[in-house]
């Protein structure tokens, strides 16, 4: 089967040296609008299509890791869901939390990539091999972005971000015809 989808091949370059991809959550991983239930409770939607990306990206030597200013019930159990153990939630401090991160896995921001929207993703983005940005993102951060998605965040601008480094891996392919199967 071949791939419909395709990258820059200078993309795709730079996204080879990728060990580490760094996800904000609202903006990113949700379509970055926020739900409250009458009991206050935050309420969040995902999207499987990003979920499926997070795991695939595991299977192939890519850390997913999660830095949030936001914190709450409804992402933690997502996250654990999917198997993402690298988190720094309700930081609005993200590169020092990034860093941590980083230093638990050996890696410099060389093998790192960033997805982010708003501002305090900027340090990320900044400092990351690859920097990606949803198409709704503050228009700072998609001049800052090396790929801006085509598809929405909380639409599958996440699993996109994926595709990518696994395209930039030699995965991509052979995980697709394994799915065709």
């Known amino acids: 089967m071949v ?6 091949p200078e993309l795709l370059l730079r996204a080879q040296p990728v060990r580490v991809a760094f996800f904000d959550v609202d903006g990113v991983l949700t379509d970055g609008g926020l739900y409250f239930s009458e009991a206050g409770e935050t309420l969040k939607r995902f999207s499987s299509l990003d979920g499926h990306g997070l795991k695939l990206l595991q299977r192939h030597g890519i850390t997913p890791a999660v830095v949030s200013g936001r914190d709450g019930k409804p992402l933690r159990q997502r996250l654990s869901a999917l198997g993402v153990t690298h988190l720094r939630l309700g930081t609005e401090d993200k590169a020092p939390a990034a860093q941590s991160i980083l230093d638990e896995l050996g890696l410099g921001w060389a093998a790192a990539a960033a997805m982010g929207d708003d501002w305090p993703d900027l340090p ?11 198409p709704a993102a503050h228009d700072e951060v998609r001049a800052m972005a090396h790929h801006v998605t085509r598809r929405a965040a909380g639409e599958g601008a ?3 971000f994926c595709d990518l480094l696994l395209m930039a891996r030699g995965a991509y392919a ?4 394994a799915a065709a199967r």
């Open 3 to 8: 791939p419909v989808q395709t990258f820059a």
């Open 124 to 134: 990320l983005l900044r400092r990351a091999a690859l920097a990606v940005a949803p």
């Open 158 to 160: 996440a699993r996109e």
């Open 174 to 177: 052979a995980e697709l015809e």
